[in-house]
């Protein structure tokens, strides 16, 4: 099915993108792990948010989601892996599928894990972040998973059922090692784990690697006065734009992100 808006987040700067996308009858796919994993639903009581002083992080995100919901907007659990902008239509994918929007709002909030050693290197030469995705080309052959995706455990245990030698590695330290293709990986101790493949089954990808060609800076997406990116159709909001990381700001840019994104569309 295509959307007008897709949504790649489930924080409050996406949850507010998505209710003022349906407020104007437009349609919309949420794509995040569940709101309620969310950093901010940790959070005793905010003091500093306009109009709902002392309001708990999970009854915030909680009563964005419903709201969201109530409004029609559509949820899907799973992690976005690629954005493409495809002239006048944007694909994401997700895991193993794919959907298609008229523009899509990047609202992943703030990577804090830097690349590792040979991950660009390798990508797509050995490296992923899908194992079902790409699983059935290392059919028996050795992998090694690393990662704290919520569906950690099933995509291991996928890879094992089709005959995978699967080795389970801790992301902090880990190098990639490889020419042409991944030959093996390095933990932080300096061991080394010959394999064939690598699974970085990652909560969220950095945003630069999620849109090849994305222009960020200093580590933040770049984005305009309308909060449009360098790429056609893809637009962000919220912490993954940059200082100051405050939900007053990814709230209201999550509203100009979906304001200018509708009236691009016309």
């Known amino acids: 099915m295509n959307y007008d808006l897709l949504i790649v987040g489930g924080g409050p700067a996406g949850l507010t993108a998505a209710i003022h996308a349906r407020a104007r009858d437009k349609s919309v796919l949420v794509i995040s792990n569940d709101p309620l994993s969310s950093p901010l639903c940790k959070a005793p009581a905010m003091a500093n948010y306009p109009g709902l ?148 089954l990652r909560a969220s990808i950095a945003p630069a690697q999620l849109a090849p060609g994305l222009e960020t800076e200093g580590g933040y997406i770049k984005v305009d006065g309308r909060m449009a990116t360098n790429l056609p159709g893809v637009y962000a909001a919220g912490d993954c734009t940059g200082q100051p990381l405050q939900l007053a700001k990814a709230v209201g840019q999550g509203q100009k992100a979906a304001h200018f994104a509708m009236e691009a569309m016309g």
């Open 53 to 200: 002083p002392g309001v708990t992080g999970r009854e915030l995100v909680e009563r964005l989601v419903k709201q969201a919901r109530d409004l029609g907007a559509e949820f899907r659990q799973g992690r976005a892996l690629s954005v493409m902008p495809m002239g006048k239509s944007v694909m994401v994918s997700v895991e193993n599928d794919a959907v298609e929007g008229r523009a899509v709002i990047l609202t992943p909030g703030v990577s804090r894990a830097a690349p590792l050693n040979g991950e660009a290197e390798l990508l797509g030469r050995g490296v992923s972040y899908c194992a079902t995705c790409d699983g059935m080309f290392y059919r028996g052959k050795s992998v090694v998973c690393a990662g704290d995706a919520p569906n950690f455990e099933e995509e291991v245990e996928f890879l094992r059922s089709i005959g995978c030698q699967v080795e389970v590695k801790r992301l902090a330290g880990l190098s990639i090692l490889g020419g042409d293709g991944v030959t093996g990986v390095r933990n932080a101790k300096g061991e080394e784990t010959p394999c064939q493949g690598v699974f970085l």
